[in-house]
């Protein structure tokens, strides 16, 4: 029996949110190639969320990653390299840059790995694996398999479970329609409702890993619905969070159905207040509601249906001026939004933001690939049109003491739980923020040296 290793790599010069216990969220991405791996191969997971990856023998090693923690995972695959074994890169920051990836493994998965990984062990087992295996189309969701969650570390908090994939929307700075495109695809409802009752048992916290769990047509919305009576006609006692645009505000019966469900909280994505910068984000889907007051009426409905509300908002756009993020930041905290991600504009690979800043050399990381680690979404990495980096990075920092300070925090809290008169739903926005503050203020924003 031949053994593959799958490993999650984790970059420790950062500490924080995604570090923080709770925050941790299990590799699902290796759960769904351990599932696509034949049965005659015994597959291991080694996640350095709780240990680091060392040398064990293996016939086979697959290494995923994001941008951030890339050059850990470079180091992985050098260490397994030397002695021996092939090493198979995939996730979002291989597909975006394989020459890059291929200086440090043997092949690299391009894309999605349900239509690719089976090709590739096959190719193993003859000798002759490729360098690259690229995905020629989107597949349909139908055939995502239930992911290997018996793999996943015990210690997780939550299990994970993704329902659909891609996504309408062409945000300027998202990876996801690079990545898994804008056609939104759709699990059989029947099949996600099997895999959650198959790993509910030892977990009642769950995350919908989709980029907007209720998609963008009445037949998305539809399914959602389904989804969710589902949950409740199997009896499925389970609290969970996902991703969703804002107009679910436009939509009660989705918001009640999804509290009945065990939905406690709402990833929303706002980014900003102003049409300036949702114009430069591409953000149609917010521009089309109109703004500042759209959003305060969106977050009390959605909380009225007793979910607590976590906006991401974006700080440092091409359009901000100081007083714009120090305004985004003052909206924030006298807006009904009850937890706050703050993210700096951040040019991922594959994006189009990264293409158009590249293509005018206003990205200033460049020592590649240990540069990497700077894209988190919590240090500079591009030179804004109209304030210094120092202008930036001290305006950013005065925006986070004032969207996270203690008293705000609290009172966040106090206020999400006479709204929403749900104890679970102000405990999960309120430790949320706790994680959040803590994240931003323990390290300096990046500066240029």
């Known amino acids: 029996m031949k053994t593959l ?10 500490t924080g949110f995604s570090q923080d216990q709770v925050s941790k969220f299990p590799p699902l991405a290796l759960g769904v190639v351990a599932a696509l791996t034949p049965s005659n191969w015994k597959v291991k997971i080694i996640d350095e969320n709780f240990k680091e990856a060392r040398f064990i023998k293996a016939d086979l090693v697959g290494i995923t990653s994001y941008t951030e923690n890339v ?11 030397e002695n021996g074994v092939p090493v198979v890169m995939g996730g979002i920051h291989a597909s975006m840059c394989p020459d890059e990836a291929l200086m440090y493994c043997n092949s690299v998965v391009i894309g999605e790995a349900e239509s690719l990984w089976p090709q590739a062990i096959k190719d193993f087992e003859s000798g002759f694996l490729k360098d690259r295996y690229k995905t020629a189309d989107y597949i349909d969701a139908a055939e995502i398999p239930h992911a290997r969650h018996d793999l996943f570390h015990p210690l997780y908090w939550y299990r994970i479970i993704q329902t659909s994939r891609g996504c309408p929307h062409d945000c300027d700075f998202c990876t996801v329609t690079a990545f898994n495109g804008r056609r939104y695809r759709k699990r059989p409802v029947e099949e996600v409702l099997n895999e959650i009752e198959s790993c509910k048992s030892n977990y009642k916290s769950f995350i919908f890993a989709d980029d907007n769990l209720i998609g963008n047509t009445p037949s998305d919305r539809a399914r959602a619905l389904e989804l969710f009576k589902g949950i409740v006609e199997r009896n499925i006692k389970i609290e969970w969070f996902s991703q969703v645009t804002v107009d679910i505000a436009d939509h009660p019966e989705l918001l009640y159905w999804a509290r009945k469900s065990g939905c406690r ?15 430069k984000l591409n953000k149609k889907v917010n521009q089309r509601k109109g703004g500042k007051l759209y959003y305060r009426k969106a977050f009390r409905i959605i909380n009225k249906h007793r979910i ?24 924030i905290v006298n807006s009904w939004v009850d937890a706050a991600q703050t993210s700096i504009l951040t040019p991922f690979p594959g994006t189009r933001l990264h293409t158009r800043l590249h293509g005018t050399e206003k990205i200033n990381c460049t020592n590649f690939p240990n540069d990497w680690h700077y894209f988190r979404f919590m240090d500079l990495t591009y030179n804004h049109p109209e304030l ?21 925090i609290i009172s966040k809290a106090i206020r999400t739980f006479l709204v929403t008169r749900s104890f679970s739903a102000t405990m999960w926005a309120y430790h949320s923020n706790v994680r959040y503050r803590r994240d931003v203020l323990e390290q300096p924003v990046r500066r240029l040296s």
């Open 5 to 14: 290793v799958l490993i999650n790599p984790v970059d420790k010069r950062r």
């Open 265 to 279: 909280i709402l990833l929303v994505g706002v980014e900003a207040e102003t049409n300036d910068g949702l114009e």
């Open 308 to 331: 607590a509300v976590l906006g991401t908002f974006i700080l440092g756009l091409e359009t901000d001026s100081k007083q714009d993020i120090i305004n985004r930041a003052n909206f």
């Open 388 to 408: 210094s980096h120092e202008e930036l990075a001290t305006t950013i920092e005065r925006a986070w003491r004032i969207i996270y300070k203690r008293r705000v």
């Open 71 to 81: 050059a850990r995972a470079y180091e992985i695959a050098a260490l397994f390299k």
